[in-house]
């Protein structure tokens, strides 16, 4: 049987639509288009409305073009929402957040007995699903060394949908890395839901443990975090950096706001001037490195001028990028019980104010490099291009090489000047 899987959200939901796409290749289905799917996957989100939205609109799609097909639902959306998968009546499988790596056994269940399934099981105080890809056909590997949240920031419903902290054990990391090396890949990207909070629950062992034993590992090039809060760059995660160039010239820290009246009404642990600190400290170590960030405006009781609080705050920081949301009302959540809601169009207006921003910081932040002989990893081969990106997730487009000869080279680093350095 054919399968085809669509994944919305974070890289955590790629990872896992990817263990799932492992499993099912291995107990012999095929990958294919999703208009041959015999088995059409969609791995939802439920961050936002509109990620809900987007996750049941890629659902009735599904539905209309493979009426002969094998439904099936996973993911946050359903794990906090089952009710919006189960009213659509072609939906034959419906799982949560736990258990993905079993969906073959789900699909076979399934086969025989020709009756919806439902598997949402609750996230509270639960331990690690060991999950581990086998498949090495992406250049930058993700792996996925924690799940879980215990924030509860007043806008969230992450907490609700992912669960309670918990981590993968220190060896099975390991080994997933060194698999993945053997296997050819020189970059390794961390993920998680918190994933600067790993090894919370376990005893005399913390995330600067693990990166102190990853940047060991032999055939290790290039480590990257795909997020990490900034109470969780501890001293002994920056002396880390400050040693070893293995971990890359770019952080991705989410600030959220510059005003800490909306900080403390987010229920941040963290404050305007903790924040500009950590950022400093920082600097003082990698001079040159990319710190992008996070920011949600129309926050209830964002007003214009604790807006333009945070705008100077981005400006003081000087991030190289930014990633803008306007607020989303999560039902389950405090924010959502709140007053001075802050109407669309004013958040729309907010969105489009710091996104031009955005583009400000990243051309400043670009033209730091020009001249400069900078190594990247293609990842690709595309239209003429070998693209790729830099340490500092600066992305490369080179034309004019031998692809032929560089197909063979994708994943592996090379050097390569400005002019062939472009803004995403």
Request: hydrophobic share 35%.
């Amino acid at each position: 049987m054919k399968f085809y899987i669509y994944t919305l959200g974070c890289k955590v939901n790629m990872y896992e639509s990817n263990v799932m796409m492992d499993a099912l290749k291995n107990a012999g289905y095929i990958e294919a288009n999703k208009e041959e799917a015999d088995i059409y996957i969609i791995n939802t989100c439920t961050v936002t409305n509109a990620a809900d939205n987007k996750s049941m609109k890629m659902i009735r799609q599904a539905i209309k073009q493979n009426q002969k097909a094998i439904i099936i639902v996973a993911g946050c959306m359903t794990q906090v929402s089952k009710e919006k998968a189960e009213i659509l009546n072609d939906v034959d499988i419906i799982l949560g957040n736990r258990n993905k790596s079993r969906i073959v056994e789900y699909i076979e269940e399934f086969k025989q007995k020709q009756k919806r399934l439902e598997d949402i099981e609750s996230l509270e105080s639960i331990s690690f699903e060991t999950m581990k890809l086998n498949n090495f056909t992406h250049t930058r590997a993700f792996v996925k060394i924690q799940d879980g949240c215990n924030n509860y920031c007043s806008y969230c419903i992450i907490p609700y949908s992912r669960g309670t902290v918990r981590s993968k054990k220190r060896e099975d990391v390991l080994e997933e890395v060194k698999t993945l090396i053997e296997n050819g890949h020189h970059e390794i990207v961390l993920t998680g839901i918190h994933t600067g909070n790993y090894g919370a629950e376990f005893e005399n062992y913390a995330f600067s443990d693990l990166l102190e034993e990853l940047i060991e590992i032999e055939g290790l090039e290039r480590l990257r975090i795909s997020s990490i809060e900034m109470n969780e760059l501890t001293d002994q995660v920056l002396e880390i950096m400050k040693k070893s160039k293995v971990l890359v010239d770019h952080l991705h820290i989410p600030l959220q706001s510059g005003s800490d009246a909306v900080l403390k009404a987010m229920n941040r642990k963290y404050s305007k001037k903790d924040f500009i600190k950590k950022i400093e400290s920082i600097r003082e170590i990698r001079p040159n490195i990319s710190i992008t960030t996070d920011v949600i405006v129309g926050f209830p009781g964002e007003t214009e001028e604790l807006f333009l609080e945070t705008v100077e705050t981005i400006k003081k920081i000087n991030f190289s990028k930014l990633h803008v949301f306007p607020y989303s009302r999560r039902k389950g959540t405090v924010a959502d019980t709140m007053e001075n809601q802050v109407p669309e169009e004013i958040k729309k207006k907010r969105v489009q104010e710091l996104l031009e921003l955005s583009k400000n910081l990243e051309e400043k932040y670009f033209q730091k490099f020009v001249g400069e002989t900078l190594s990247f990893i293609p990842e690709i081969v595309k239209e003429g291009f070998v693209i790729g990106h830099t340490g500092n997730y600066l992305l490369v487009k080179k034309e004019g090489m031998d692809l032929n000869n560089h197909i063979e080279k994708i994943g592996k680093i090379i050097k390569v000047e400005y002019p062939y350095v472009i803004m995403e």
